[in-house]
């Protein structure tokens, strides 16, 4: 389960940033996540509640941001979105797309004390 490490990950940008920017607790953390960054959610807020404890962020809520997954179709040149890789262009339905958005997974902001 990668979501666990990237929870420590999370854990490790927030103690940076408390010292730096000299708060003591975070509350909530915004997450822009997109659907194709492979991360899943429930396992993300289990993971975040078992690393946070003892920790700033102990009790602190995930915001989830949703980002729209994006590609470039060859076939009829334009942006379309998507839900999964591998999807079809939902425009003509041909198969050579070039993601170009979706696969963000990245703190957008915070809410501190």
């Known amino acids: 389960m990668h979501e666990l490490s ?14 730096k920017q000299h708060f003591a607790r ?6 822009l996540v997109g659907p194709l ?3 899943d959610r ?3 807020g289990f993971g975040f509640e078992a690393v946070s ?21 060859f076939a009829c040149d334009r942006t379309v979105e998507i839900a999964q890789y591998y999807d079809p262009c939902p425009a ?9 958005g979706g696969e963000e997974f990245r703190i957008l902001d915070l809410e501190v004390e």
């Open 92 to 100: 003509c339905g041909g198969h050579r797309l070039k993601v170009t």
């Open 42 to 44: 429930a396992a993300l």
């Open 37 to 39: 960054a492979g991360v």
């Open 6 to 19: 990237l929870c420590q990950g999370i854990i490790d940008i927030l103690e940076t940033e408390a010292s």
């Open 53 to 73: 404890r003892d920790t700033i962020a102990e009790g602190a809520e995930l915001e989830f941001i949703d980002t729209p997954g994006l590609a470039w179709c």
């Open 26 to 31: 975070v509350r909530k953390v915004r997450l």
